[in-house]
T-cell receptor, first 112, second 115 residues
Framework: GNSVTQMEGPVTLSEEAFLTINCTYTATGYPSLFWYVQYPGEGLQLLLKATKADDKGSNKGFEATYRKETTSFHLEKGSVQVSDSAVYFCALVTDSWGKLQFGAGTQVVVTP | DVKVTQSSRYLVKRTGEKVFLECVQDMDHENMFWYRQDPGLGLRLIYFSYDVKMKEKGDIPEGYSVSREKKERFSLILESASTNQTSMYLC??????????????FGAGSRLTVL
């Protein structure tokens, strides 16, 4: 079956530090890949996505590249802000109903 | 923007009670989903509905049922709440037939505590 593995948190960083959150997946077929973000007290919202190999998704300074050869979709940001403190979820979908399979989530804490 | 509204943000119920969690979306989306979120487990799909009166089991449907009588409303029902159903419940919806079809819009969540 499909699965998503992402690095455990919490990840604690200082403002302006470089952020990487690793995500690897196992899937049948050709999944679309997503990063969702959950800010404190809120639901999840889409951060970025990639639908095929070598696609790069980007938004709000975050980037992730769909690497089929390593089955990975690592999230990166060059300079984090306190407002980036949140829980980040890697996810994939393979079926036509859009049923997302999520990783466990990685909490990121950015300190001033 | 699409809005997904979950009517109850926080609920406290007793073991054995029947619990209704309501979700309403305002953009005529065909598909709606219920997930539960637990620390270290991420989100797990309970049920989804691809249209009115249509429903499919997700990965963890045991102990839950759903109702979709109108397109905009998708209800999650706990027939007899148990303590292991204490969790955050997230509703989501999506439109079909477009390039953004796999993007879910989530509600803010309903945190249920069963005593």
């Amino acid at each position: 079956g499909n699965s998503v593995t992402q690095m455990e948190g919490p990840v604690t960083l200082s403002e302006e530090a470089f952020l990487t959150i690793n995500c690897t997946y196992t899937a049948t077929g050709y999944p679309s890949l997503f990063w969702y973000v959950q800010y404190p007290g809120e639901g999840l919202q889409l951060l970025l996505k990639a639908t095929k190999a070598d696609d790069k998704g980007s938004n709000k300074g975050f980037e992730a590249t769909y690497r089929k050869e390593t089955t990975s979709f690592h999230l990166e940001k060059g300079s984090v802000q306190v407002s980036d403190s949140a829980v980040y979820f890697c996810a994939l979908v393979t079926d036509s109903w859009g049923k997302l399979q999520f990783g466990a989530g990685t909490q990121v804490v950015v300190t001033p | 923007d699409v809005k997904v509204t979950q009517s109850s943000r926080y609920l406290v119920k007793r073991t054995g009670e029947k619990v209704f969690l309501e979700c309403v979306q305002d953009m005529d989306h065909e598909n709606m989903f219920w997930y539960r979120q637990d620390p270290g487990l991420g989100l797990r799909l309970i049920y989804f509905s691809y249209d009115v009166k249509m429903k499919e089991k997700g990965d963890i449907p045991e102990g839950y049922s759903v109702s979709r009588e109108k397109k905009e409303r998708f209800s999650l029902i706990l027939e007899s709440a148990s303590t292991n159903q204490t969790s955050m419940y997230l509703c989501a919806s999506r439109i079909t037939g477009s390039s953004g079809a796999n993007v879910l819009t989530f509600g803010a969540g309903s945190r249920l505590t069963v005593l």
